[in-house]
């Protein structure tokens, strides 16, 4: 996620500064005083990353409520990824309806115990 630079809205430089957000490869950006500019191939795709955003903005705001949240450490993410790789592609047969519930699903690991599946 990047963060584009305070610039007039609706002005080139605001559209300049956006459009080097994304050659630096980021999907979105945060712009200052502004809001956020989420991209994708597609319109569901930016849908998609739009919605994981706002999710995970949310969990922050609810986070800070009751205390101050911890950063997962580089090895905590990765043995996360990889347990979640575990349960959803082995261990659970979903059949998705929708790009938008494939896309929920990565958080199913959160609830879901790998033994007994409750």
Same mark, same amino acid.
């Given at each position: 996620?990047?963060?584009?630079?305070?610039?007039? *809205?609706?002005?080139?430089? =605001?559209?300049?500064?956006?459009?080097?957000?994304?050659?630096?490869?980021?999907?979105?950006?945060?712009?200052?005083?502004?809001?956020?500019?989420?991209?994708? %191939?597609?319109?569901?795709?930016?849908?998609?990353?739009?919605?994981?955003?706002? =999710?995970?903005?949310?969990?922050?705001?609810?986070?800070?409520?009751?205390?101050? *949240?911890?950063?997962?450490?580089?090895?905590?993410?990765?043995?996360?990824?990889?347990?979640?790789?575990?349960? =959803?592609?082995?261990?659970?047969?979903?059949?998705?309806?929708?790009?938008?519930? %494939?896309?929920?699903?990565?958080? =199913?690991?959160?609830?879901?115990? *790998?033994?007994?599946?409750?």
């Amino acid at each position: 996620m990047g963060v584009a630079k305070y610039a007039v *809205p609706g002005s080139q430089n =605001l559209g300049d500064i956006i459009a080097e957000e994304f050659e630096k490869g980021f999907n979105g950006m945060i712009m200052e005083n502004h809001g956020v500019v989420i991209g994708g %191939k597609d319109i569901m795709e930016a849908y998609n990353r739009f919605e994981t955003l706002e =999710l995970l903005a949310q969990t922050l705001v609810n986070a800070v409520e009751i205390g101050a *949240p911890v950063e997962l450490s580089e090895k905590q993410l990765e043995d996360y990824k990889i347990r979640s790789e575990n349960i =959803l592609d082995k261990n659970i047969n979903i059949v998705y309806t929708s790009p938008e519930k %494939k896309s929920d699903m990565r958080l =199913l690991p959160l609830w879901i115990d *790998p033994v007994t599946r409750n």
